[in-house]
């Protein structure tokens, strides 16, 4: 009876512990966001006094969007294009090696230690920095926003690519050795049906995510869409930046599209 009770009375204790420690978390976490928002200016209503009048002016000025120039913008927009694809391709075949190393089990632990630090230290760069430094490096154009699109993928990348890796059902992978089944055969059969999905969802995503990034490239040099979006903001040719920007839409839209279609022609070809 004394035992029941000591029992019960531990686990009162405890349950009220995790409840006073989860409010302490939750009060914390409200006074980082409030300390934050405090920071940055957002909590000021001056700040807000003309956003909404100064969007509408320029919303004004921008319509309707001009697209008298849409002849000029055929090599830009393939410049943007083949930024987002070279830039991702370049990343995959860099980041699948390395998240191979990095993830749990598949290597050495000092070697997956120091892949997992060169894939935090590439991420933590911004690729509109990477793209300054390659702008010095090779000279303005696509190539430097290719170069820049393909170092910070490698570090996205090789760090789901690890992930997903290290999920790997090792089951059918020890069925198909014991077998006597070469690895050529134990990677096919058994490894890449597990992660082929996935891998291929996240090369997508990040092919989509590199489209955006390369008109940012643009600003710095890199060409694309980006250089005329903010050569049409800087001559206050706004009608035309918004047919500029209307067109980024249409192309990323089109990209979506093109990458829900081949994620369901794997996810079909997997799963059959």
């Known amino acids: 009876m004394n035992a029941a009770f000591a029992e019960r ?4 204790k405890a349950t009220a512990q995790r409840a006073w420690l989860s409010r302490l978390l939750l009060i914390l976490g409200l006074g ?26 320029l919303a004004g000025d921008a319509w309707p969007p001009a697209f008298e120039r849409w002849e000029h913008w055929s090599k830009p927009l393939l410049d943007t294009l083949t930024m987002s ?26 070697l997956r230690q120091l892949v997992l630090l060169l ?14 430094l390659f702008v010095a490096a090779v000279g303005f154009g696509p190539l430097p926003g290719v170069l820049a699109l393909a170092t910070h993928s ?7 690519f690890a992930e997903t890796f290290e999920h790997v059902d090792r089951a059918p992978v020890d069925a198909l050795r014991s077998q006597g089944v070469p690895v050529l055969g134990v990677l096919r059969f058994g490894v890449l049906p597990q992660v082929l999905p996935r891998l291929v969802d996240v090369a997508l995503y990040r092919w989509e995510h590199n489209i955006r990034a390369a008109t940012t490239l643009g600003a710095i040099g890199a060409g694309g869409l980006g250089l005329e979006i903010v050569t049409a903001f800087h001559l206050f040719e706004y009608r035309e930046a918004l047919a500029l920007i209307a067109v980024l839409l249409a192309l990323v839209s089109l990209v979506n599209l093109l990458g829900a279609q081949i994620r369901r022609r794997f996810l079909d070809s997997t799963t059959a």
């Open 9 to 12: 009375q531990a686990l009162l």
């Open 85 to 110: 694809v070279a830039g991702t391709v370049g990343g995959i075949l860099a980041a699948l090696p390395l998240g191979a190393l990095a993830a749990g089990g598949q290597a050495p632990a000092p």
């Open 32 to 57: 980082v966001v409030l300390l934050a928002t405090r920071y940055t200016g957002a909590l000021d209503a001056e700040r807000y006094r003309e956003l909404l009048p100064t969007l509408w002016t």
């Open 119 to 132: 894939l935090n230290a590439i991420r933590s760069i911004p690729s509109l920095v990477w793209g300054i």
């Open 154 to 160: 490698t570090g996205m990348l090789g760090k789901f």
